[in-house]
């Protein structure tokens, strides 16, 4: 394989297309929160802490028990993914289960994991 067999050799420019894209671009906002969320994914902890979430809602006690972390470490890593929209918590007596936010978040999530799974 050449080193340069990826580089484009040409000058055309297809109008169409850059038209297209550009006309579909979204706003600079939403990049970077797709940014800022790709981010806060990409934390072996946390991914880990959705992955337990994607199987079931669970308190910290148990995402603890399954990661064999402190329960203060994995609040802190809740506490970043429930800030960031990513997980969400409802309160039963004086338990708190975690659960991803929506459906978008564990499509993303299976997603990511059935490419990494199927490479």
Do not use: W
């Not at 706003?27 to 940014?35: I, P, Q, R």
């Not at 970043?80 to 975690?98: A, D, N, P």
């Not at 929506?102 to 299976?110: A, C, N, T, Y």
């Amino acid at each position: 394989m050449s080193k340069n067999e990826f580089v484009c050799d040409c000058n055309v420019i297809h109008e169409d297309v850059v038209t297209n894209t550009k006309n579909n671009m979204p706003e600079e906002y939403t990049f970077s929160k797709l940014a800022e969320f790709f981010k806060i994914v990409g934390d072996i902890t946390r991914v880990k802490i959705l992955f337990a979430l994607d199987q079931n809602e669970m308190c910290v006690c148990d995402i603890a028990n399954v990661l064999g972390m402190s329960k203060s470490s994995i609040s802190h890593q809740l506490g970043t993914l429930r800030r960031s929209g990513i997980v969400k918590c409802r309160k039963v007596g004086k338990e708190v289960f975690y659960m991803l936010d929506d459906e978008h978040v564990k499509q993303v999530f299976e997603v990511g994991i059935e490419h990494i799974e199927h490479k």
